[in-house]
């Protein structure tokens, strides 16, 4: 037996209660701006506020869930012009989403960085270390979470 809540299960929406669909197809509306508010959301696919707010942080779509995941990385970079810079460009060419960025004052010429990043699961966590620490001035790259 599972400890209850601790788990993720796929199931057929068709078997699902109507409600559930209906969470999921205003929490839609919501993301891709369609409804400005999630009242306005839940009057469109016809449910309660309160059933809302009762399932969308529990229930998502497959591919809102799976298809991308949140990153961290951190990194030692010299304390040189452009590094950072170097790092945001190449996350970009790579299709990451830069959610965070938290850069502490270099101390014996090396700072401390972590990003956090979107990034697409259809690329792989272990290319994207190497190709960040494969930028002039990177010195060390780990993936604290996403792996």
Do not use: H
């Amino acid at each position: 037996m599972s400890d209850k809540g601790s788990g993720l299960v796929i199931v057929s929406e068709s078997v699902l209660p109507e409600i559930i669909s209906k969470v999921l197809e205003a929490k839609r509306l919501r993301a891709s701006g369609e409804a400005s508010t999630s009242a306005e959301a839940c009057r469109a696919v016809g449910i309660s506020r309160s059933a809302y707010y009762k399932y969308k942080d529990s229930v998502w779509g497959l591919e809102e869930r799976f298809s991308d995941r949140i990153v961290s990385v951190y990194m030692l970079l010299r304390d040189e012009k452009g590094v950072l810079s170097s790092i945001i460009q190449r996350l970009y060419e790579l299709g990451a989403n830069i959610l965070t960025i938290n850069q502490n004052i270099p101390i014996d010429s090396i700072a401390t960085v972590t990003i956090s990043v979107r990034y697409d699961t259809d690329g792989k966590t272990g290319t994207l270390r190497s190709e960040l620490a494969g930028i002039k001035g990177v010195v060390d790259v780990k993936l604290i979470s996403g792996e």
